[in-house]
């Protein structure tokens, strides 16, 4: 099965890479989790970092862009009420917001500073809107996630999270158990 290739509706193919590391992941224990990326310029799925198998939850959670989108495994090892030694492959697709940062949508009356205003219209001009570069990343994460996910076989859960509650170390375990 070749796993390079773009992605019909995205466009998106996979870097070998990423099974081989997922693989590692799934069947050696090298890694406790794996955090992948869009690279628009090579049009492909690409590994970004891995985690030892020492690291905690937070310590994958802390990897994760604060405004971006990402793929990730996270091998979550847990102990069943039978006192049994159990993992659980998550693949969880981000599209998180800045974390600490509850998303709330403000209106005002009071009039804007023109010297902010004048700061905000040069940056706009030269970098370009930040929302509508968030929107075109979430598209291409969108689009490509059913592929991308299909490939790494013996994935026990998915999580969408468009928040970083979404996939909360509780949620994670709620979903092991």
Same mark, same amino acid.
């Given at each position: +099965?070749?796993?390079?290739?773009?992605?019909?509706?995205?466009? +998106?193919?996979?870097?070998?890479?990423?099974?081989?590391?997922?693989?590692? %992941?799934?069947?050696?224990?090298?890694?406790?989790?794996?955090i992948f990326k869009i690279d628009e310029k090579?049009?492909?799925?690409?590994?970004?970092?891995?985690?030892?198998?020492?690291?905690?939850?937070?310590?994958?959670t802390a990897s994760l862009p604060e405004n971006?989108?990402?793929?990730?495994?996270?091998?979550?090892?847990?102990?069943?009420?039978?006192?049994?030694?159990?993992?659980?492959?998550?693949?969880?697709?981000?599209?998180?917001?800045?974390?600490?940062?509850?998303?709330?949508?403000?209106?005002t009356t009071a009039k804007p500073c023109p010297?902010? +205003?004048?700061? !905000?219209?040069?940056? %706009?001009?030269?970098?370009?809107?930040?929302?509508?570069?968030?929107?075109?990343?979430?598209?291409?994460?969108?689009?490509?996630?059913?592929?991308?996910?299909?490939?790494?076989?013996?994935?026990?859960?998915?999580?969408?999270?468009?928040?970083?509650?979404? +996939?909360?170390?509780? !949620?994670?375990?709620?979903?092991?158990?």
């Amino acid at each position: +099965m070749s796993f390079r290739g773009p992605n019909a509706s995205s466009g +998106m193919g996979v870097a070998d890479h990423c099974k081989a590391t997922y693989l590692e %992941l799934q069947r050696k224990k090298v890694h406790r989790y794996v955090i992948f990326k869009i690279d628009e310029k090579k049009k492909e799925v690409v590994v970004e970092k891995t985690g030892g198998p020492a690291e905690s939850y937070d310590d994958f959670t802390a990897s994760l862009p604060e405004n971006d989108c990402r793929y990730a495994i996270y091998d979550f090892d847990f102990v069943t009420s039978e006192n049994c030694q159990k993992s659980k492959i998550f693949f969880i697709a981000c599209q998180s917001k800045p974390k600490g940062k509850p998303h709330v949508s403000m209106t005002t009356t009071a009039k804007p500073c023109p010297q902010k +205003m004048e700061l !905000v219209k040069q940056n %706009l001009s030269t970098k370009g809107s930040p929302s509508v570069s968030r929107i075109r990343a979430k598209m291409l994460y969108a689009t490509s996630k059913d592929r991308f996910r299909r490939e790494l076989e013996g994935i026990h859960y998915e999580i969408q999270a468009t928040d970083p509650t979404e +996939m909360d170390l509780e !949620v994670i375990r709620e979903r092991a158990n």
